[in-house]
Structures are given as C-alpha cells and as structure tokens.
C-alpha cells in the first residue's frame, strides 16, 4: 500500500513558475513508477508526466520543455518542475504511483492516487 501527498500548488501570474511535490510513503517507493495528471474544471484527467523506477522521463506534448519531473528515491518525493506556466495549465494536480517500475502515460494503469493540489497560473 502507498499514500501520496501532494503539495506546493498555488496561484501564480502566467510566466511564472511553482514546483509541486508528492510525498510517498511504503518502503518499496524506489521499484515504483510516478506520474503526475491534471484535470482542469468540465475537462478529463490528463497525463502530465512519468517517471520510471530507473529515472526515465515521459512528458505530454503540452509541457515539454517547460515541465521536469524528477526523483529522490532516498526521501521518498517526486517533483514536478513548472516553468513558463500557462493560463491552459490551470488545474488540480495529481500525484500517482505505479508498482510496475515502467513508466505509462495511462491513467488507469496507476493504482495509487494522492488528493491532489490546485495549481491557477492567471493571464
């Protein structure tokens, strides 16, 4: 069983950055994919970003080159890295957790899901 916290959302005038933060908790967090979703008012969950066990990286076409997720196997956390923010980013964010250490850009092929923090980037 993993839980998942995330937290560092916020507002912020477009252009500007915020970097979110998933803590986990099981002592298997290591072997895990991560990923980070969003899903923004009247709209469907989307992927934002992956990470595998391994530090493979996949990112959607809409925040690539201004989003990083990363890793600290050691404290168990997964960022997410948001420059250049967009109105269109707007959203509640979510931190997910895979027990296949492959990264998926699928929804429904994470098991775990954080409550997920609100992220507004105002034009």
């Known amino acids: 069983q993993v839980q998942l916290v995330e937290s560092g959302g916020g507002l912020v005038q477009a252009g500007g950055s915020l970097r979110l933060s998933c803590a986990a908790s099981g002592r298997t967090f290591s072997n895990y994919a991560m990923g980070w979703f969003r899903q923004a008012p009247g709209k469907e969950r989307e992927f934002v970003a992956t990470?595998?066990?391994?530090?493979?990286?996949i990112y959607a076409d809409s925040v690539k080159g201004r989003f990083t997720i990363s890793r600290d196997n050691a404290k168990s956390m997964v960022y997410l890295q948001m420059n250049s923010l967009k109105p269109e980013d707007t959203a509640v964010y979510y931190c997910a957790a895979r027990a296949i250490g492959y990264s998926s850009s699928r929804a429904d092929e994470y098991a775990y899901w954080g409550q997920g923090t609100q992220v507004t980037a105002s034009s």
């Open positions: 990470i595998s066990w391994s530090g493979g990286t």
